[in-house]
């Protein structure tokens, strides 16, 4: 099952070959008042093999699923989601189904950071960040206490060997207190969909009393059982797909919105990887890894890297507010009220 190849395998290092480029659509967006051209996958259509798009390769896999390897399965899973996942760069992963050049294109178009169309900011939504996100803002100060006094008080988790820890060690402890000081006290939800996940943040909407999942985690005890991280990140992956699908659904949800993402954490013992699950196009989205949130072993080696772990904090947390300003009232009349104006200016 090897992907559809060029005459000319040097195509890629310069154009999109036909496997891609036939099922693009150009598209224009603006960024920082610059116009830039870039093209999108439409609708899944991507070519691996035998004309097969994303989909029809989970659709073949899934009619032999119960005999399917751990590996096999999780690839099926993805594919019938028409999710992408650079997360897994192994080539038990998504990069089995294209040429080593399609792989490095792909995750080249679709990079961390490089895809987002999130709209402007409210007013209301402004005062929201900037009351949340500052780098000396009291919950940061209060996350770094709790933290060390982790270090210094329940040193086990650090120095014990992982055999002798579950991942609960971790989740009574270290990671519940870290990610509630974070995000303060927000009520729970009552329906969940999708996958079960370990746990789940929500933002609560103020003007609509209504709750949006902002964030899925998934625990483990240490990173050295790779089929089970494996597992774990399609979990959220497919939980995450659950939710987008539900928001851009809903009748307030902006039309002329060309994206919507959502955060993920997965939690092996001390360490942390924030992904993003991206909605790109029609039926296809692409799952990347964004920041890196995990603790050292020791306390001084935490110190010495204490700027750039409290800066992937906040840039986390600042992400999982722009993410759900769709959510805000304001935010949307905001956004009519442009629109509005920009058609009147167009008609006269």
């Not at 780098?135 to 770094?144: A, F, G, S, V």
């Amino acid at each position: 099952m090897s992907p559809q190849r060029t005459k000319n395998s040097n195509d890629l290092q310069k154009t999109p070959s036909t496997w891609f480029k036939s099922f693009c659509k150009p598209r224009t967006v603006s960024n920082d008042n610059k116009k830039a051209s870039f093209c999108v996958i439409e609708a899944a259509a991507i070519i691996e093999f035998n004309s097969r798009s994303l989909s029809s390769n989970g659709n073949y896999l899934f009619q032999n699923f119960e005999n399917l390897s751990g590996d096999k399965k999780v690839l099926c899973a993805y594919s019938l989601c028409g999710i992408l996942d650079f997360t897994n760069d192994l080539p038990i992963g998504q990069r089995s189904l294209f040429t080593p050049s399609q792989w490095s294109y792909l995750k080249n178009e679709f990079k961390s950071g490089k895809v987002k169309h999130l709209p402007k900011l409210s007013k209301s939504m402004e005062k929201i960040i900037s009351e949340k996100s500052s780098p000396c803002d009291e919950w940061i100060t209060k996350i770094l206490y709790h933290v060390l006094n982790v270090y210094i008080e329940r040193a086990s988790i650090f120095t014990s060997p992982p055999a002798t820890l579950t991942e609960y060690d971790y989740m009574a402890k270290l990671w519940p207190e870290l990610f509630e000081l974070m995000f303060a006290n927000n009520n729970n939800a009552k329906n969940t969909i999708g996958c079960k996940v370990d746990g789940r943040i929500l933002c609560k909407i103020d003007t609509t009393n209504e709750m949006f999942d902002i964030c899925q985690i998934e625990t483990a005890k240490s990173a050295n059982n790779i089929l089970k991280n494996i597992t774990d990140r399609t979990k959220l992956a497919i939980e995450s797909k659950c939710i987008i699908d539900d928001t851009v659904s809903r009748p307030n949800f902006p039309l002329t919105r060309h994206s919507y993402e959502i955060q993920n954490v997965q939690l092996c013992g001390v360490q942390g990887q924030v992904s993003t699950l991206k909605l790109i196009d029609k039926g296809l989205y692409v799952h990347v890894n964004d920041f890196n949130i995990s603790l050292e072993t020791g306390v001084i080696s935490f110190a010495n890297n204490l700027s750039v772990w409290v800066r992937n904090l906040i840039m986390f947390k600042n992400t999982c507010y722009l993410n759900n300003n769709h959510c805000d009232k304001k935010t949307l009349e905001d956004q009519g009220n442009r629109e509005s104006e920009e058609k009147e200016e167009r008609d006269k």
